[in-house]
């Protein structure tokens, strides 16, 4: 067997019972870091007290699906990703009330944490099945349920919702 399907089955075995680790860290991430969360969190995988995450370690959180438009793409569209109030529970967040979200051009937006639970707010890494790239407004989005609710069609919504997220800070 080749060593990349070693690793593959290594992280298929252990990715969806390990990145949720019992003890005080998270697996490392394997590929490139599409997130870090920083802040209010308990469970780690970097001496600075971060959570680094890579696609598998997303991917083992759990997909849902968000069909929605968007003031910034055509048409429906069908979104994929974590939710992230799973981010939270994954890092084992311990309070706060705000996100600072962080683009990877550096630009933030805070989102109070009860937007999570109340719209289940998507850290999408697809739409309509394809991966979001860099020019496409990913690897992640920040995208709220628009359709399904009247009172997000507003400019502070939009504002949250960030496109090109590289980190999330619980504060």
Do not use: C
């Given at each position: 067997m080749s060593s990349l399907t070693l690793r593959f089955i290594t992280i298929l075995i252990l990715g969806f019972s390990s990145v949720f680790s019992y003890g005080a860290e998270l697996?490392?991430?394997?590929?490139?870091?599409?997130?870090?969360?920083?802040?209010?969190?308990?469970f780690?995988?970097?001496?600075?007290?971060?959570a680094e995450f890579d696609l598998t370690m997303?991917?083992?959180?759990?997909?849902?699906?968000?069909v929605t438009t968007t003031p910034w793409t055509d048409g429906v569209n069908t979104f994929e990703?974590?939710?992230?109030k799973d981010v939270?529970?994954?890092?084992g967040s311990t309070g706060g009330t705000l996100l600072k979200i962080t683009a990877l051009n550096?630009?933030?937006?805070n989102m109070p944490i009860e937007d999570?639970?109340?719209y289940n707010v998507l850290l999408a890494m697809k739409k309509n099945g394809k991966m979001l790239r860099i020019r496409d407004k990913g690897p992640l989005f920040v995208i709220y349920p628009f359709d399904e609710f009247s009172e997000l069609q507003n400019e502070v919504i939009h504002n949250r919702s960030v496109w090109q997220v590289k980190s999330i800070s619980i504060q």
């Amino acid at each position: 067997m080749s060593s990349l399907t070693l690793r593959f089955i290594t992280i298929l075995i252990l990715g969806f019972s390990s990145v949720f680790s019992y003890g005080a860290e998270l697996m490392k991430p394997v590929g490139p870091v599409l997130l870090t969360v920083t802040g209010h969190l308990q469970f780690t995988n970097n001496p600075d007290g971060k959570a680094e995450f890579d696609l598998t370690m997303l991917n083992a959180i759990g997909l849902k699906k968000s069909v929605t438009t968007t003031p910034w793409t055509d048409g429906v569209n069908t979104f994929e990703g974590v939710l992230i109030k799973d981010v939270l529970k994954t890092v084992g967040s311990t309070g706060g009330t705000l996100l600072k979200i962080t683009a990877l051009n550096d630009y933030s937006a805070n989102m109070p944490i009860e937007d999570l639970d109340k719209y289940n707010v998507l850290l999408a890494m697809k739409k309509n099945g394809k991966m979001l790239r860099i020019r496409d407004k990913g690897p992640l989005f920040v995208i709220y349920p628009f359709d399904e609710f009247s009172e997000l069609q507003n400019e502070v919504i939009h504002n949250r919702s960030v496109w090109q997220v590289k980190s999330i800070s619980i504060q």
